[in-house]
């Protein structure tokens, strides 16, 4: 089993449209939580934390929910530019610093 | 204030050479982190340094993956000799070094192997 597993996608939305990405993890020890963005042939850039009590950013929620191991992220009102892949990342156990990222879920809004 | 710096950008070598890739983190981070992703497999840490310590390495591929920090601004990973399977996208990465830091990758390094 892999240590972050979420659904490749793709996913294919209108502009406008709200779209949820979900993301599990194995390792009930981690204790920090993230979504990076990363554009088609770029490198990866953080998006957001994620904290135990959910937190939102302008269209962005982010939840975490530690009993199931499962983390998402919410898209609301979408925009062409949101069009990217998402990485659902969890730090490592044994080391705070060890990022473990999942394979990821491609976004692809359309007008 | 400048990025993580790599280079080069693009490398195309053929099989059995040998490949260096570079990394500038940026300055006072002291984690230092490569990765490597592909489609297959997507992307993998394959060593990590803090205080230019090789701390956990157990993402290196095999003995012909290699990597030094002989320095708090620079960082090499070497391949020899190199294979087509080793065609990827080379990721370094820095932070500080406390929990929950963010990570900041450079642009990457595409590597072709033929």
């Known amino acids: 089993r892999k240590e972050v597993e979420q659904d490749p996608g793709p996913f294919n939305v209108p502009e406008g449209a709200t779209v949820a990405f979900n993301c599990t993890y194995s390792n009930s020890a981690s204790q920090s939580f993230f979504w990076y963005r990363q554009d088609c042939r770029k490198e990866p850039k953080l998006l957001m934390s994620v904290y135990s009590s959910g937190n939102e950013d302008g269209r962005f929620t982010a939840q975490l929910n530690r009993a199931s191991q499962y983390i998402s992220l919410l898209i609301r009102d979408s925009k062409l530019s949101d069009s990217a892949t998402y990485l659902c990342v969890v730090n490592s156990k044994g080391g705070y610093n060890k990022l473990i990222f999942g394979a990821g879920t491609r976004l692809a809004v359309h007008p | 204030d400048a990025g993580v710096i790599q280079s080069p950008r693009h490398e195309v070598t053929e099989m059995g050479q040998e490949v260096t890739l570079r990394c500038k983190p940026i300055s006072g981070h002291n984690s230092l982190f490569w990765y490597r992703q592909t489609m297959m497999r997507g992307l993998e840490l394959l060593i990590y340094f803090n205080n230019n310590v090789p701390i956990d390495d157990s993402g290196m591929p095999e003995d012909r993956f290699s990597a030094k920090m002989p320095n708090a601004s620079f960082s090499t990973l070497k391949i020899q000799p190199s294979e087509p399977r080793d065609s990827a996208v080379y990721f370094c990465?820095?932070?500080?070094?406390?929990?929950?830091?963010?990570?900041?990758f450079g642009p990457g390094t595409r590597l072709t192997v033929t």
């Open positions: 990465a820095s932070t500080r070094d406390r929990q929950g830091y963010e990570q900041y």
